[in-house]
């Protein structure tokens, strides 16, 4: 029965992946590419050393793409290497088919939403890539290029994944300057597209584990503190404190919550009492039982050493 779960749960992760390589391709060649807009990645990387140089994109590509496999392969696991794999095929053939097609022709003769809202392009464009690499990177996969790079990074240290492509991406898009017949224009549209997906991205794959910091000042802090180690099982540090108008002290209740649950916590204390002073403030990161592991290089070579 486990080995039959193991199975769909298997096939459920391809499945994904292929749903998301369609949704990443189809963003690049309907909003990004018909309309002349170069966005980052290895692609762009590529692109630029074509201009430059005159070597093929796909010379290229495949080089830089196998030297990273090889890295993730050896850091992230076999799972990890088959998967993207899997991926970087999908897309390559995706990639040679959809242009093709003749929903395409139409498009690239006649733009979607037309030249005068050619800024919506690259915001549309990198709003559906960061919807299909979520479902990848959700299933374990990678479409390769910069995709591997912030996927090592954010296995060690924690940097989002929107983050890696920010910074690499600054530099790529800023490249293209070097290309002929590219100009400041084009570069900015780049940015917009990088902008849209990078924070996009990161609302995907992270909106679900942001944190929130919870302060509570109510003269109830008592019946507060144990409603949320009880009924809501949350964790309550009190704090002392001083209110210095009246000279009295109290207790202030600090709480930690994903953003998900800070409304059942906010209506959890007006219940108890409606006139208690709330402070909500988000928190960048928040490592410890029942949130984040700390992750860093210098973990993995203790246990590297530890094992030998």
């Not at 769909?8 to 949704?23: A, E, P």
């Not at 374990?140 to 929107?162: H, R, Y």
């Not at 290309?179 to 570069?187: E, H, I, Q, S």
């Amino acid at each position: 029965m486990a080995q039959k779960q193991s199975k769909s749960s298997v096939l459920l992760d391809y499945v994904w992946m292929t749903i998301g390589c369609v949704i990443f391709c189809l963003a690049w060649e309907v909003f990004l590419i018909a309309n002349h807009i170069a966005s980052g990645g290895l692609a762009g990387i590529c692109t630029v050393i074509n201009f430059c140089t005159g070597i093929p994109v796909s010379y290229s590509y495949i080089i830089l793409n196998v030297v990273l496999l090889g890295v993730g392969f050896l850091v992230m696991g076999k799972g990890f290497g088959f998967k993207t794999i899997y991926c970087i095929a999908l897309t390559s053939v995706l990639f040679d088919i959809i242009p093709r097609m003749d929903f395409m022709q139409q498009i690239v003769a006649n733009p979607i939403l037309g030249d005068d809202d050619k800024v919506l392009y690259p915001i549309i464009g990198g709003l559906l890539e960061a919807v299909g690499i979520s479902f990848i990177f959700k299933r374990g996969g990678s479409t390769g290029g910069t995709d591997v790079v912030a996927l090592i990074l954010n296995k060690f240290w924690p940097i989002s994944p929107g983050k890696v492509y920010m910074s690499l991406d600054i530099f790529i898009i800023a490249s293209v300057l070097l290309a002929p017949g590219m100009g400041l224009k084009d570069m900015v549209y780049g940015y917009i597209a990088m902008l849209s997906f990078t924070m996009f991205l990161d609302f995907l794959l992270l909106g679900s584990k942001a944190t929130v910091q919870v302060l509570v000042f109510s003269k109830k802090y008592k019946e507060i503190a144990d409603v949320m180690t009880g009924s809501l099982n949350r964790g309550v540090t009190a704090l002392n404190a001083v209110g210095w108008y009246t000279q009295q002290e109290s207790k202030v209740l600090l709480i930690m919550v994903r953003k998900t649950q800070l409304s059942v916590i906010t209506r959890a204390i007006k219940d108890i009492d409606p006139n208690a002073f709330v402070s909500v403030s988000s928190a960048s990161a928040v490592y410890g039982q029942g949130f984040d592991e700390m992750r860093t290089g210098l973990d993995r070579k203790k246990k590297k050493q530890e094992q030998e």
